[in-house]
Protein backbone atom coordinates (compact mmCIF):
# COMPACT_ATOMS: atom_id res chain seq x y z
CA UNK A 1 0.00 0.00 0.00
CA UNK A 2 1.95 2.88 -1.40
CA UNK A 3 2.15 6.00 1.13
CA UNK A 4 3.64 8.61 -0.15
CA UNK A 5 3.16 12.32 -1.85
CA UNK A 6 -0.62 12.74 -0.68
CA UNK A 7 -3.32 12.20 -3.12
CA UNK A 8 -6.07 15.39 -2.30
CA UNK A 9 -9.52 13.22 -1.38
CA UNK A 10 -11.06 15.04 -3.84
CA UNK A 11 -9.08 13.86 -6.65
CA UNK A 12 -9.31 10.10 -5.14
CA UNK A 13 -12.98 10.80 -5.42
CA UNK A 14 -12.64 11.69 -9.30
CA UNK A 15 -10.62 8.71 -10.07
CA UNK A 16 -13.61 6.25 -8.15
CA UNK A 17 -16.20 8.29 -9.61
CA UNK A 18 -14.73 7.96 -13.23
CA UNK A 19 -14.57 4.36 -12.79
CA UNK A 20 -18.39 4.43 -11.98
CA UNK A 21 -19.36 5.82 -15.48
CA UNK A 22 -22.21 4.60 -16.91
CA UNK A 23 -22.39 2.50 -20.64
CA UNK A 24 -23.25 6.50 -21.92
CA UNK A 25 -20.53 8.16 -20.32
CA UNK A 26 -22.45 9.79 -17.51
CA UNK A 27 -21.24 9.77 -13.96
CA UNK A 28 -24.34 9.08 -11.65
CA UNK A 29 -25.49 12.33 -9.86
CA UNK A 30 -24.95 13.26 -6.41
CA UNK A 31 -28.19 12.01 -4.99
CA UNK A 32 -27.61 8.38 -6.46
CA UNK A 33 -24.28 7.98 -4.76
CA UNK A 34 -26.12 9.63 -1.41
CA UNK A 35 -28.03 7.08 -1.96
CA UNK A 36 -25.34 4.49 -1.82
CA UNK A 37 -23.77 5.39 1.11
CA UNK A 38 -26.49 3.71 2.77
CA UNK A 39 -25.06 0.11 4.68
CA UNK A 40 -27.39 -1.46 3.34
CA UNK A 41 -29.90 -0.89 0.45
CA UNK A 42 -32.36 1.39 0.68
CA UNK A 43 -31.49 2.16 4.30
CA UNK A 44 -30.74 5.63 5.68
CA UNK A 45 -27.93 7.33 3.40
CA UNK A 46 -24.87 8.28 5.75
CA UNK A 47 -25.04 11.63 4.33
CA UNK A 48 -27.10 13.93 2.28
CA UNK A 49 -26.44 14.36 -1.67
CA UNK A 50 -24.83 18.41 -0.70
CA UNK A 51 -22.28 16.74 1.57
CA UNK A 52 -21.71 14.32 -1.62
CA UNK A 53 -21.57 17.37 -3.80
CA UNK A 54 -19.54 19.20 -1.16
CA UNK A 55 -16.74 16.56 -1.24
CA UNK A 56 -16.91 15.53 -5.26
CA UNK A 57 -15.87 19.34 -5.60
CA UNK A 58 -13.63 19.75 -3.20
CA UNK A 59 -15.13 22.37 -1.14
CA UNK A 60 -15.38 19.71 2.07
CA UNK A 61 -12.30 17.68 2.68
CA UNK A 62 -12.88 16.57 6.09
CA UNK A 63 -15.34 13.72 6.24
CA UNK A 64 -16.35 11.65 9.24
CA UNK A 65 -14.77 7.93 9.28
CA UNK A 66 -18.69 6.82 8.69
CA UNK A 67 -18.60 9.07 5.46
CA UNK A 68 -15.70 7.91 4.30
CA UNK A 69 -17.05 4.08 4.28
CA UNK A 70 -20.21 5.31 2.59
CA UNK A 71 -18.68 7.06 0.05
CA UNK A 72 -16.23 3.39 -0.79
CA UNK A 73 -19.46 1.65 -0.45
CA UNK A 74 -21.04 4.30 -3.00
CA UNK A 75 -17.71 4.21 -5.21
CA UNK A 76 -16.85 0.76 -5.22
CA UNK A 77 -13.44 1.53 -3.87
CA UNK A 78 -11.57 0.39 -0.65
CA UNK A 79 -12.39 3.13 2.08
CA UNK A 80 -8.44 2.79 2.92
CA UNK A 81 -7.61 4.36 -0.91
CA UNK A 82 -9.83 7.10 0.82
CA UNK A 83 -7.82 7.89 3.99
CA UNK A 84 -4.82 10.22 3.52
CA UNK A 85 -1.35 8.88 2.29
CA UNK A 86 -2.94 5.28 0.86
CA UNK A 87 -2.67 5.62 -2.36
CA UNK A 88 -2.13 2.44 -3.98
CA UNK A 89 -5.74 1.89 -5.57
CA UNK A 90 -5.05 -1.59 -6.98
CA UNK A 91 -2.97 -2.95 -3.88
CA UNK A 92 -5.62 -1.99 -1.78
CA UNK A 93 -8.34 -3.62 -3.77
CA UNK A 94 -6.44 -6.54 -3.91
CA UNK A 95 -5.88 -6.34 -0.10
CA UNK A 96 -9.64 -5.68 0.70
CA UNK A 97 -11.22 -8.05 -1.61
CA UNK A 98 -8.56 -11.87 -1.25
CA UNK A 99 -8.51 -12.76 2.30
CA UNK A 100 -5.38 -15.01 0.57
CA UNK A 101 -3.13 -11.65 -0.15
CA UNK A 102 -3.98 -10.61 3.71
CA UNK A 103 -2.47 -13.90 4.91
CA UNK A 104 0.39 -13.79 2.89
CA UNK A 105 1.48 -10.70 3.63
CA UNK A 106 0.73 -11.67 7.28
CA UNK A 107 3.27 -14.41 7.08
CA UNK A 108 5.73 -12.09 5.93
CA UNK A 109 5.23 -9.84 8.76
CA UNK A 110 8.75 -10.58 10.58
CA UNK A 111 10.80 -11.49 7.37
CA UNK A 112 11.51 -7.76 6.69
CA UNK A 113 12.99 -7.05 2.93
CA UNK A 114 14.45 -10.34 2.54
CA UNK A 115 11.02 -11.94 2.82
CA UNK A 116 9.14 -8.65 0.80
CA UNK A 117 11.42 -9.56 -2.08
CA UNK A 118 10.73 -13.77 -2.25
CA UNK A 119 7.24 -13.47 -1.85
CA UNK A 120 7.60 -10.19 -5.05
CA UNK A 121 9.18 -12.82 -7.52
CA UNK A 122 7.18 -15.42 -6.50
CA UNK A 123 4.24 -13.36 -8.00
CA UNK A 124 5.82 -12.40 -10.68
CA UNK A 125 6.98 -16.12 -11.71
CA UNK A 126 3.46 -16.84 -10.91
CA UNK A 127 2.54 -14.04 -13.71
CA UNK A 128 4.59 -15.00 -16.13
CA UNK A 129 3.12 -18.53 -15.54
CA UNK A 130 -0.37 -17.42 -16.38
CA UNK A 131 1.08 -15.22 -19.27
CA UNK A 132 1.03 -12.39 -17.85
CA UNK A 133 3.38 -9.47 -17.36
CA UNK A 134 4.11 -6.56 -14.77
CA UNK A 135 3.05 -4.26 -17.60
CA UNK A 136 -0.82 -5.27 -17.38
CA UNK A 137 -1.29 -4.83 -13.67
CA UNK A 138 -3.68 -1.70 -13.28
CA UNK A 139 -2.57 1.05 -11.55
CA UNK A 140 -3.96 4.34 -10.57
CA UNK A 141 -4.13 6.93 -13.00
CA UNK A 142 -3.08 10.53 -12.60
CA UNK A 143 -5.60 12.30 -10.39
CA UNK A 144 -6.93 14.92 -13.44
CA UNK A 145 -9.27 17.74 -12.00
CA UNK A 146 -13.10 16.76 -11.98
CA UNK A 147 -14.19 17.78 -15.45
CA UNK A 148 -17.31 19.38 -15.78
CA UNK A 149 -20.59 17.58 -17.53
CA UNK A 150 -22.07 19.58 -20.18
CA UNK A 151 -25.68 20.49 -18.48
CA UNK A 152 -28.26 18.23 -19.41
CA UNK A 153 -31.39 19.85 -21.86
CA UNK A 154 -33.33 21.99 -20.47
CA UNK A 155 -31.12 22.53 -17.69
CA UNK A 156 -28.70 25.46 -16.58
CA UNK A 157 -25.10 25.05 -14.55
CA UNK A 158 -25.10 26.27 -11.69
CA UNK A 159 -22.52 29.45 -11.39
CA UNK A 160 -20.20 28.88 -8.91
CA UNK A 161 -19.95 32.46 -6.63
CA UNK A 162 -16.71 33.49 -8.82
CA UNK A 163 -18.28 32.58 -11.90
CA UNK A 164 -21.23 34.95 -10.92
CA UNK A 165 -19.17 37.53 -9.43
CA UNK A 166 -17.37 37.67 -13.11
CA UNK A 167 -20.28 37.60 -15.37
CA UNK A 168 -22.00 40.46 -12.89
CA UNK A 169 -18.90 42.94 -13.72
CA UNK A 170 -18.82 41.90 -17.25
CA UNK A 171 -22.65 43.19 -17.38
CA UNK A 172 -22.32 46.02 -15.46
CA UNK A 173 -19.37 46.82 -17.66
CA UNK A 174 -21.26 45.96 -20.90
CA UNK A 175 -18.32 43.65 -21.98
Known amino acids: MPLGPDIPLVSKLAILLNRKREVDGKTPSTRVIAAATAET????????????????????????SSQLAGLAR??????????PGYNGLTSLSVY??????R??????HDLGEAGAAELLEAAREIRLRHGHSDLTVPEVPEPLPPAAEPPRP???????????????VSDLEGT
Do not use: C, W
Open 41 to 64: PGGKPVMTYQVVNDLLNGDKSDPR
Open 74 to 83: ALSGPVAYLL
Open 96 to 101: EEHEDA
Open 103 to 108: EALRLI
Open 154 to 168: GRRRRLSFTEAAERA
